[in-house]
């Protein structure tokens, strides 16, 4: 009778035990951003999960044609746990993930996930460094110890799911990280998505750790373009960062902007050359520009503007790159001219008195009172 209630007191607290450990887990995840010493964030639609090394793990979210149900044992709902997404997955020569759907997977030259969508992983001293806007920080020993920021605006925060325990590592035959950059000079091709595609197999050309370039492979190519659609996406710089395309456009604008400036500045000065070539009123003297004066206007009149043009072709307009001394020496020499034509005018009237004298003086000698 005491072994039957010891064995019952031993089932109880396993049980509990075995309560609480789900949720310390739980508690454990929520704070380390994943499950399982991975960070988990959704994309498009597709839920990752990037280990420290650079390898990763992916679930799709609801994909056409899956069903959910019980299964017992070991579950394969992941990638890497067996799961056949190869409907929706294409391979490069390595047999390496490059696109998940519409979610396109880049690599660095060391095999490790380097950008997911539109969200960049950048690596330190051989550990995940940053992931999207969020930096993660280790311990001495290299375990993780707490992170600043977030992934993206979409994943500010760890949620929970059950399919989290699934992810796991890749097995050690697919394994696409090396010691050595053995993807350097291979940029594979990535293919738009519009439907699942039949007979897709992971099937790998060549060897992991050994350097290799692209080479086109019809059968590839004739499952990933099954429609008339599909069209092959951009390289995306080996997965390295580019220039949005919001801030492309700001600053094509911009561009825009200045250039339509000063072409329209260029416009308007040049319509004003125009304007003062074809004015006949408008004469160039000394580099400034004048205007003529009406010839409208009576005989006295005009001769008197004759003789102020006449002081007035002497007297330059002031520019700005004339001196005082210039203006001065000038004024001085239009003076003088003045001075000499008022001069000429009183030696001109003068002789014209005395004759009109001297007439009167004969006619008073020949007329005698």
Known sequence: MKNVVFLIAVLLLGTGSAQAAPEQTLASTMTTFGYSNSFIFVENGVSFAVYPDGEFDFYLNNPAGVQAGVAFGATAVTFNSGFNYNPYVQYDDFGAVVQVRHVPVYYDYYGRVNRIGNVFISYRNGR???????????????????????????????????????????????????????????????????????????????????????????????????????????????????????????????????????????????????????????????????????????????????RGSKIARSKPSPSRSSSPTRVRREKDSNRKVASIQASKRRSAATPARSKTRNTKARTATRNPR
């Open 128 to 306: 995940l460094f940053r992931l999207g806007g969020m930096r993660v920080y280790y311990n001495h020993q290299g375990y993780y110890n707490y992170h600043v920021g977030y992934v993206n605006p979409f994943n500010r925060y760890y949620v929970y799911q059950p399919f989290h325990q699934y992810f796991v590592r890749p097995a050690l035959g697919y394994c696409m990280v090396y010691p050595s950059p053995y993807r350097r000079y291979y940029h594979p091709v990535r293919y738009t998505y519009h439907r699942p595609y039949h007979h897709n197999t992971r099937r790998a050309y060549a060897r992991v750790g050994q350097p290799h370039r692209h080479h086109t492979r019809a059968e590839r190519s004739r499952i990933y373009r099954n429609d008339s659609r599909v069209v092959a996406r951009g390289n995306g710089s080996n997965g390295k960062r580019v220039q949005s395309s919001r801030q492309a456009g700001s600053k094509n604008l911009r561009q825009n902007t200045r250039t339509g400036r000063s072409v329209a500045t260029q416009r308007t000065e040049s319509g004003r050359k125009d304007l003062h070539r074809n004015n006949p009123r408008v004469v160039k003297r000394n580099g400034s520009e004048t205007y003529k004066r009406s010839s409208r206007v009576s005989s006295g009149k005009a001769i008197g503007e004759k």
